[in-house]
Structures are given as C-alpha cells and as structure tokens.
C-alpha cells in the first residue's frame, strides 16, 4: 500500500465529518434568503483549501455569489491543471417528500443523504483531500494546480463570464478537469465528453386589466391561458419536432462514429420506461431515445400557471397566465440567438386580444463538446481503468455545466469531467445522497490522476 493511500484510509471518518459539516450548510443559490449561507459555504471551502496546504486561497466577489480561488505552483516545466467544482446547492421543494430534513445529513447503508451530498459538495471535496494526502506523504505536487470553487453554479453562473475574463490571467492553465459529474454507476467508469447549453425563457400573456367573470365575458374577452396553450402547442409537432423557425439551423448533425459510439453503450428502452414510471420513452423522428437525450436539441415547458388553482370551482376569467421553458441546447447553438428566435415564434402565433411578453433568464449557457481522444481524456481513461478494471463508457449528458464552455471560449482550454456522483443518487430531488464508496474511491483516483498528469505531461495539446 502507498503511503498516500494510508493516509487516506486512516483518514476517512475524519473526512466524513467534514462533509456532514460541509452539507449542513443550506447554501441554497436561487434563494436570496440564504445568500449568507453562500458566502459560509464560501468561507468553509476556503478554511478546508488551507488545511489542504493550498497556497493564496481568497474568496473572490463577482458581482453575484462568490468564488473561491486558490493555487499550488511550485513545479515548473510541467503543466498547470485547473480544478473546478461548486458549492451552491438546489432549493429542496417539495419538502414533504424528504425522509430527513435535507440539511441535517442522515447515514443509513453506506450512504449520506442531504441536499448537495452528490451535487457537489462531496465530490468537490474529494481533490481537495487528494491533494492533502499527497503534500502530507510526499511533500510536494506532481504539476502545478490551481483550483477555482464556485457559488453560483446552479443558477447558471450568470456573473462567471464577466469574472473569467477579468481574471485570464489569473486563471489561465493548460486544463481543466472538473469535480463536478458522475460516474456510469458503481462498477463502470465512463468520460462525459458532451454537455447540452441552456436557453431559459420565461412567456408572460396578459388579457383583461383584472379577473373577470367568465359567463359574462367568456368569448368576448380572449382567454390568457387559451392564448398561452396555443402559443405553446405551437412550438413542437406531435413527433416532438421544434417547429420554431431557425432552431436547429446551427445543429450539426451527429456522424455515424457518434451514433456508433452511443449504441455501443447498453440501454433497455423498456426498462427505463418501466423504472421511470412512464408508458414509453419518446424521441424525435429518426432518432433514439439516448440519441435524442445527449446529441439533439429540446425544448421543454417547465411549469405554467394562471387563472384560479384552489379547491372546488370558480368561474373566472383570468386576466393573465405564463410559462417557463428552457431549451437544451447542443454544440454550436447561441442560447440568445435562440431565444430571439423562440421570441418571434411567439409573436407569429399569438392569438388576437392579449399582449405577450418573452424573457430571456440570465441561467443560460453555451454547450460544451470535447474530443474524445483529447490528452486530458486520456488520462482519465488510463487512471478509471486503472480503478475500475473496466474501459470507461464515452458518453454525453443533456445537463449543463457551464462553467466548461466558459474556459474553452474564453481561454481556449478544455475540461475533462472527473467526478464519482451516480446518476441515481437523487441529485436535484428530495432525498439526494452521496455513497460513501465513491467518496472513498475517488480520493484514490484523483491522486492517480495528478501523478498520471505530471509523469506524462499533456501531449498533443
């Protein structure tokens, strides 16, 4: 046994304790009320950056929620690795659904549940201790790493654009490997390759200046809600088509390697159904179900309201009704040039008698593709082998990170998604847990990564 993995194994129940401490924090991003549990959060991140024996650690203003920044370089000649991660959670509505309360971790089989366990507080933790297990038996880094935590992930890094550009210099690097992601499940790694941007829109349709009484005025006076439903059956034809003009004229379509490798992947059609509790799963024409999840565009209505919604009846005619949609969107597609384009859809097909307005939301973000035989993918494909006993899966996701299209249009470096959360652990939903076998294993396989890294440098880049 190494030393560092000693170190590491005699130091799990310690570094157990800290995650129950870390997750306790309600650091809840969308949320004004808890903005000062996001700037604790903040400040626990930069405290547990120092004990790690991370140099320089400052907690950075942004004009939003903050970041934290620190850095070790102290290897010239070998490359600078930049690590991301994020420590804002999800809101944890419905809160009826929770077995325990979501900021009071709870240990049962293995497992720790709270909200921001797997997502990602847990696995921005795990290079942190890596790296502390390697100062601590070796006393040095094998390259140079700089580390940039953020808080503002979940609401889609609205102020992170603006703050890259005004720190390049302070960020640059020669790649980015990202704490935040998952695994395939327990036994078989796998390397995110593709990740959808975001287009977030919020359609707002006004009709008379206060409710009205529908028997007096139902069919004279235009209908909010009917107008909202017209708007919006217009969008998608029955095959799931977006019909908005212009949508997919940036898509590129995938190539038969692409489908290729995403058929090699295992996928029972009926057995997702069946697990998801739905009759069938739904693809547009001339795709897959997974094809049409990772590699093609969506575009989703994400909640809808107006008119009356309590117990029992009530004759109204509402006087306004509105939507949320956000679009999923694949390499190439500018999320304003679709929501300009979504914006005029709108407008073509707005029904006589309400005025309808269309907002863009600032969670938006650019989709992120990279080479799958990248150097940084290489490396982590040697390093999951190595710990796994299996080759990794080269799949997609239709999440957003924004954070790694950020760093490749603005410093032009791309991220490798190194992270060891399960797609099952509940991850934006009541009972999110983290496993405590993966918190372990990925200690283990970051430190394998860093010495991987500075033994072969990044060739080819």
Request: net charge negative.
């Amino acid at each position: 046994m190494t030393e560092w993995q000693r170190y590491l194994d005699d130091r799990q129940d310690t570094f157990l304790d800290e995650l129950i401490d870390f997750v306790r924090i309600p650091s809840i991003s969308s949320l004004s009320e808890h903005l000062p549990d996001v700037e604790r959060a903040a400040e626990w991140v930069a405290a547990r950056m120092r004990q790690s024996g991370i140099d320089n650690v400052e907690i950075l203003p942004t004009g939003g929620h903050p970041v934290v920044y620190g850095e070790h370089l102290h290897a010239p000649g070998r490359p600078t690795l930049l690590i991301y991660g994020h420590f804002d959670v999800q809101p944890v509505d419905p809160l009826e659904l929770w077995e325990h309360p979501p900021f009071e971790p709870h240990l049962e089989e293995g497992r720790l549940y709270g909200r921001g366990a797997t997502d990602d507080k847990g696995n921005m933790l795990i290079p942190l201790l890596a790296v502390e297990a390697l100062l601590e038996t070796a006393g040095e880094l094998p390259l140079n790493l700089k580390f940039l935590f953020e808080g503002q992930e979940e609401i889609g890094s609205p102020q992170l654009p603006d703050f890259i550009e005004a720190q390049r210099e302070r960020l640059s690097c020669d790649l980015v490997v990202s704490a935040d992601g998952m695994q395939w499940d327990t036994d078989q790694p796998a390397i995110w390759v593709g990740l959808k941007g975001l287009c977030s829109l919020q359609v707002e349709v006004k009709g008379a200046d206060q409710d009205l009484h529908s028997g007096s005025y139902g069919g004279m006076v235009q209908n909010p809600i009917h107008a909202l439903t017209t708007i919006l059956a217009s969008m998608r034809d029955p095959g799931g088509r977006i019909l908005v003009e212009g949508f997919y004229d940036a898509v590129v379509n995938l190539s038969n390697e692409e489908r290729q490798q995403i058929a090699k992947i295992p996928f029972d059609e009926a057995e997702e159904a069946a697990r998801l509790g739905v009759p069938t799963l739904v693809a547009e024409a001339g795709y897959t179900p997974r094809e049409h999840s990772w590699a093609r565009p969506t575009l989703e209505v994400n909640g809808i309201w107006g008119g009356f919604q309590g117990e029992g009846t009530k004759t109204v005619l509402p006087s306004e009704a509105g939507a949320k949609i956000t679009c999923r969107l694949v390499v190439d597609q500018d999320p304003t040039e679709i929501a300009e384009a979504v914006r005029r859809h709108v407008e073509l097909h707005t029904p006589a008698g309400v005025r309808v307005s269309v907002t863009q939301r600032p969670d938006s973000a650019w989709p992120y593709l990279i080479p799958w035989d990248h150097p940084g993918n290489r490396a982590a494909h040697t390093v999951l082998r190595e710990v796994y006993g299996r080759e990794p899966f080269y799949v997609r996701t239709g999440g957003s990170i924004p954070f790694c299209a950020l760093m490749l249009e603005k410093l032009g470096v791309y991220t490798v998604n190194f992270a060891f959360g399960l797609g099952d652990e509940q991850l934006h939903a009541p009972n999110e847990f983290y496993r405590l076998a993966s918190f372990a294993r990925g200690q283990g396989a970051y430190v394998r990564l860093l010495q991987r890294l500075g033994e072969t440098g990044l060739e080819g880049l």
